[in-house]
């Protein structure tokens, strides 16, 4: 009785205290109420204009006057846990008064289903549908000055359902249609949705043109041919509609939609789309006529028919009779026959035979089927027939003609057996690959090759022998039941069964025993043929083997004759059946999530095997007798003069566990063969003196981790003869799991903190966060968790006080064990340099997005990898700029390294808008991480010269180390430019001294010192120059963004060259027909403008001073400026006078080029009086008058800018080359080939 009154007290004591401990009052409460169909993209509560969800608030404390409050949002549910930050970006403000009711909606509070705002969720979950299942959308409130909660959290349970999208009818796949003067075509579909609500149907129907493109790949990339929204779920395509094409082929789809007002509702898996068909339109081709069956067996059938001349193909699809759903099968043939093979006894079929008349080659057939026919398969009389393994059959077939046409997917019969061919070759004999399947094993099937074997038109082995592929392993042996892949497909199917079992035990009346006993029946039969695969193909200890086999004597849920569906008065009984098997099942469900937990331990780990061992005798150095090694086992072997029984096993593949049962006194052959094993074998010696029990297994840099044994082998395995069972493993997964998180995850953070800090900078804080916990190190160089971490999103904004950290850099690793940066900042007070503006948020982002990418491409697992530990080459030997310099990187470098570096010019840059030396200086390009020709780095510098925000130039300067395209383009797009500057320096240089240039003149006097170091004087020579062809072009106009270098610098350095392509256009002859004799034209060229003159002298447009263009080109005494379309040219042939009228003037920059002048003492320059280069002009422009008649002012004049001068520049760049001066080149080489004479 005291003992009672004791218990009474401490019930009573508790239930007080569980009172008190929920017996908190909030002033604030708040009530949820989301309106279905429930969305199941977050993104939708956020981006919707319709009402989806309201939240009521009611603040019952009736003190509160305009309380300013903040909401905070948890969704949880399916391994799911989201939440937003404390405070979120964008939303409104929101007050409370006491007693006054508010209602807010999901359009009020968008920002809180933000992605920015919410933490637990990446960008691609928060883009996509949310899992099905059930979910908490949970709301709290806090007060917005002092933090406080004021509301318990409220939530709305949601259950979130994807609706499958339609089901597409008629017309089926790869149906054949008859093309018609009057097409009716109905398409039908069926609606498979549950609680989607005002359902459209968008229907989509497009034209494939190519015949041999997969439909599915090809409606994406062809246009629409006829779109309609309807309510119904047919539609008929009729003359109303775009017209057919007899002899094409379509692909249609439908998409279902759900709105509610305005808004799309996403409630459908594939965003509403259903699968997609095809059909040909085609002339007449008939369906196959008269087809028979005749039954070979309870599991084989014939099927028979006619065709006709035009059938080029067959198919035979079948299905069960009478069955909800049921799916059709196929099977092909060349021939009027078939034979259907692997058919269930007793069981009626549909069939029905197609045929086609497509073109063999076609990549797609479409066929035309004949009406649905039935049969029937004999029932098995008499268990399995008598097959006779192993004696030679006594059969005679009459029929010797031989089959040519015979194709992958037929069947024929070895004996007794039919052959699915799955692989041939040949044509009669045949050549390949199929399987068997043996009744009196378990329906099993197994593989088999033949080789130059003959069928005949019976589908009858006549010639040649089918033999099964020996495999040790018995990989030869295919699934027994393609419906199940693994060990967890059937545990799924017979949860599954269960539940239903379960469901029909809860009711407490039978309203339709006949539907009730047919359930139970097809569950219960599942259940039986599901727990018998378990115990063929599991790896299951011997008690759940014999559990189940306890099962076989139950009353309900065996499927044999004895079985049968239970009463309502059964249903007590048959709970505890079902019960049973319910706790086998989930026991073998432990074990085998254990096995994965297992693999992914040793993954994280960052290793493939473990050894665990159990020391049997002292004093022994025999070996014991151990397991023969045929489906794992345990081995042992000496040392110390102890014996120990051990247990090896590695990862296969990386995906499952193999059980490896060499023995390990004498496994040359293992070792020799994985010495990853070996080193685990010889590593794991030192730790067997005086130790009982060992499980060890060797981490990163061959890091021997020993760990504590918590469930020790029991003696019995040092009898020999013990088999490795799953339960086994499962113990040695929770062993390393706690081994892992204790004392390995600790060491391997503080490796992967300590080599990331030593490739970084002092300037860059870095942090790793594992298992949602972050950790650095601190000024001793140990590793502490960090107490109150920033959040992601305070890193990516610069969110920090700590002036010596300019940049801060989380970094994790994914299920792959990728390294990524989880956030990257730059300090938000970062000083940019003067009269500079960088939108840092930008550049942080872009590191982390560039750095990722660089991760991920070279799938950077361990943080001292390097490329050439990688086996890459990050360097492009053939990218070889002007001055002979490429863009290097070292391969020697950690991957981190590389990316620090990168991290490290960018801030320089930001703060300097200064490239730092050590990475063009020559002295350092053997020791710089980061090396790039001056070139390049000048030309960087300049850009920051000319523009006021560096945010584009700084991103550059970072994607120079870590993103390969970058480079590319960087050097596709200089390489030019500089050979345009070096090999013509004499033609370009005078016009950069005229203006503005980005050296000082001390710079330029140090290009020309002798010990100026080369990196450095191709930097100021690039700067110098870039910056004064920047300078031009933004005077011109001809620009408005920088820098875009690739491709601009070119083009600019070639506008002051004179070899812009672009066309120049005025109305001449617009003016003139206003009465004007004399037209001029303003040009602005840097800083300095032109006048152009076209004047009207009787019939010939004259055009001023001719020696004009060379005080445009700024050219001096030895550069003379030549006129590519020659002056006396221009104002004598009709062509040149008709362009003049649409703005051509020889004077424009474009016609214009600084050739150095030709001095016929020595022999020199290229410029001199040039007939044969004016002979050639001439002959181009008689030519093209001839052939273009009626020439207008405009198309004359895009002759001339884009096709003629550019040729000629072409031509002249061409004979820069040579040692001939500009006559001789077109006299000896230009006009030779175009056969131009008379000169």
């Known amino acids: 009785m005291k003992k009672l009154f004791k218990n009474i007290f401490l019930f009573l004591a508790f239930l007080l205290w569980s009172l008190d401990g929920s017996a908190q009052l909030y002033p604030v409460q708040l009530t949820p109420i989301f309106n279905s169909p429930y969305s199941v993209k977050i993104s939708d509560y956020a981006t919707s204009m319709e009402t989806k969800m309201q939240l009521l608030i009611h603040p019952t404390d009736i003190s509160i006057s305009q309380r300013q409050v903040r909401l905070k949002l948890y969704i949880q549910g399916n391994g799911i846990n989201i939440q937003t930050s404390d405070y979120v970006q964008g939303q409104r403000p929101i007050f409370i008064n006491g007693g006054e009711l508010q209602t807010l909606t999901n359009i009020d509070i968008s920002a809180l289903f933000r992605l920015e705002n919410m933490q637990g969720i990446t960008a691609l979950q928060y883009a996509n549908p949310l899992p099905e299942g059930m979910y908490s959308f949970c709301f709290e409130m806090y007060d917005f000055i002092t933090n406080q909660k004021i509301s318990q959290k409220s939530c709305a349970s949601l259950y979130l359902i994807l609706n499958d999208p339609p089901l597409l009818n008629t ?81 249609w789809r439908v998409k279902a939609i759900s709105t509610t007002g305005l808004s799309e509702n996403a409630v459908f898996k594939n965003d509403g789309y259903s699968e997609i068909f095809s059909f040909k339109y085609t002339g007449q081709c008939l369906a196959p006529t008269f087809p028979l069956s005749e039954a070979q067996g309870p599991q084989n059938v014939r099927i028979t028919w006619q065709g006709v001349p035009q059938h080029t193909r067959y198919q035979i699809q079948y299905k069960k009779q009478g069955v909800t759903n049921a799916r059709w099968f196929s099977a092909n043939s060349l021939n009027t026959q078939s034979l259907l093979s692997n058919l269930e006894p007793g069981v009626t079929y549909e069939f029905r035979v197609g045929s086609s008349c497509d073109p063999v080659m076609d990549g797609i057939q479409s066929f035309t089927y004949s009406s649905i026919n039935t049969f029937t398969t004999p029932t098995q009389t008499n268990g ?151 115990v063929e193909r599991g790896n299951l200890p011997q008690n759940i083997k014999d559990e189940i086999t306890k099962t076989s004597g139950n009353t309900f849920l065996v499927s044999n004759d004895k079985a049968r569906p239970p009463t309502l008065e059964d249903f007590p009984e048959a709970k505890k059946e079902v019960a049973t098997i319910d706790n086998i099942v989930k026991s073998i469900k432990e074990t085998e999530d254990g096995l994965k937990n297992l693999v992914a331990i040793l993954k994280n780990l960052d290793t493939d095997a473990f050894i665990k061992c159990k020391q049997c005798e002292e004093q022994k150095t025999e070996k014991l007798g151990g397991f023969d090694g045929s489906s794992g086992g345990i081995r042992t072997f000496s040392y110390y003069k102890k014996a120990y029984v051990c247990l090896i096993a590695s990862l296969k593949e990386g995906k499952e566990i193999s059980v490896l049962t060499d023995n390990l006194s004498a496994a040359d052959k293992t070792i020799k063969a994985t010495p990853e094993i070996a080193d685990l074998v010889e590593a794991t010696k030192t730790a067997f003196n005086n130790k009982q029990d060992i499980l060890a297994v060797i981490g990163i840099n ?220 020559a002295s350092t390009e053997n ?154 034209n303003t040009i602005e060229w840097g800083t300095k403008s032109f006048k152009l003159k076209w004047e009207r002298v009787g019939n010939k447009i004259t055009f001023g001073d001719r020696s004009d263009l060379a005080k445009i080109l700024g050219t001096t005494d030895n550069i003379e400026a030549h006129h590519i379309m020659p002056w006396k040219i221009c104002e004598g042939h009709e062509i040149v006078q008709l362009a003049a009228l649409d703005g051509f003037h020889p004077n424009l920059v474009e016609n214009g080029i600084g050739l150095e002048k030709y001095t016929k003492l020595v022999g020199e320059g290229m410029h001199g009086n040039h007939p044969a280069y004016d002979a050639y002009i001439k002959d181009r422009l008689t030519k093209y008058a001839s052939s273009h008649p009626n020439l207008t002012p405009n198309e004359a004049n895009v002759f001339l800018q884009k096709e003629l001068i550019p040729e000629l520049k072409t031509y002249i760049t061409n004979a820069k080359n040579t040692e001939l001066n500009l006559n001789q080149y077109f006299k000896q080489i230009v006009n030779k080939n175009a056969n131009v004479i008379g000169y």
């Not at 298992?771 to 920090?800: F, M, Q």
């Not at 000083?831 to 550049?843: D, F, Q, S």
């Not at 100026?1012 to 001809?1038: A, E, F, M, Q, W």
């Open 171 to 251: 017309p089926q796949r790869n149906e054949q249609i008859a093309a018609t003067e009057f097409p009716n075509i109905l398409f039908t579909w069926t609606p498979r949705q549950i609680n989607a609500t005002n359902v459209s149907y968008k229907y989509e129907l497009k034209q494939i043109t190519d015949p041999n493109i997969d439909p599915q790949f090809g409606f994406m990339m062809v246009p629409l041919l006829h779109e309609e929204t309807l309510f119904g779920t047919a539609l008929l395509y009729n003359l109303a509609m775009p017209t057919l094409t007899p002899g094409m082929r379509y692909a």
């Open 384 to 534: 399995v027939p008598a097959y006779n393994c192993g004696i030679t059959p006594n059969i005679s077939i009459k029929n010797q003609n031989p089959i040519t046409n015979l194709i992958e997917s037929e069947t024929f019969t070895a004996g007794d057996f039919p052959v699915k061919i799955v692989e041939l070759r040949g044509k009669s004999p045949y050549s390949g690959k199929g399987y068997i399947i043996v009744p009196y094993l378990g329906e099993t099937k197994i593989a088999v090759t033949f080789d130059n074997i003959f069928i005949n038109t019976d589908y009858q082995l006549i010639g040649g022998i089918v033999e099964t592929s020996y495999d040790p392993t018995e990989k030869n042996i295919v699934d027994p039941k393609d419906i199940v892949n693994d060990i967890t497909d059937l545990i799924d199917s017979l949860s599954n069964a269960i539940d239903g079992l379960k469901d029909i035990l809860s009711k407490d009346k039978i309203d339709n025993l006949e539907e009730i006993n047919k359930n139970w029946t097809e569950y219960a039969e599942t259940i039986d043929k599901n727990t018998q695969l378990l």
């Open 702 to 921: 061959n890091e021997l981790v020993s760990c504590e044994v918590i469930y020790p082998f029991s003696k019995e395995v040092c009898g020999g003869k013990y088999v490795v069972d799953n339960k086994m493993l499962l113990d040695v997964s929770k062993e390393l799991e706690k081994c892992y998180y204790s004392d390995y995850e600790p060491k391997l953070i503080a490796g992967v903190l300590k080599e990331i800090s030593k490739s970084s900078r002092n300037n860059q804080g870095i942090e790793f966060i594992k298992g949602g916990k972050v950790y650095k190190l601190n000024g001793k160089g140990e590793v502490e968790l960090v107490k109150n971490p920033l959040t992601d999103e305070d890193i990516r904004n610069g969110k920090w006080t700590d002036g010596t950290v300019d940049v801060k850099i989380r970094v994790a690793q994914s299920k792959d064990g990728i390294f990524q940066y989880q956030a990257v900042g730059i300090r938000n007070n970062l000083a940019v340099t003067n009269g500079k503006t960088a939108n840092l948020k930008y550049l942080s982002a872009h590191i982390e997005n560039q750095g990722n990418a660089f991760f991920q491409k070279y799938k950077v697992n361990q943080a001292d990898l390097t490329p050439a530990k990688a086996g890459v080459n990050l360097n492009k030997d053939n990218e070889v700029f002007a001055d002979g310099k490429k863009i290097a990187l070292d391969n020697n470098a950690s991957f981190f390294k590389i990316s620090s570096e990168g991290i490290g010019l960018l801030n320089t840059f930001l703060q300097t808008a200064l490239v730092e030396e050590p990475t063009y200086l």
């Open 927 to 1080: 020791s710089a991480t980061i090396h790039a020709p001056g070139l390049v780095t000048g030309t960087v510098e300049s850009g920051a010269t000319v523009v006021t925000d560096i945010t584009s130039l700084c991103s550059m300067v970072y994607d120079l180390s870590t993103d390969e395209k970058t480079r590319t383009e960087m050097y596709t797009g200089l390489v030019k430019l500089k050979d345009e500057v070096k090999d013509d320096p004499s033609g370009v240089i005078p016009i950069f001294v005229q203006i503005l240039s980005g050296n000082t003149n001390d710079e330029w006097a140090e290009m020309a010192k002798s010990q100026t170091d080369d990196g450095r004087r191709g930097h100021l020579y690039s700067r110098g120059v870039v910056t004064s062809v920047k300078s031009v072009i933004v005077g011109g106009t001809l620009i408005t963004k920088l820098p875009e270098l690739a491709d601009d610098l070119v083009g600019k350095i070639k506008t002051v060259k004179g070899v812009i392509q672009s066309l120049k256009h005025f109305d001449i002859a617009g003016e003139f027909a206003k009465g004007k004799n004399v037209v001029l």
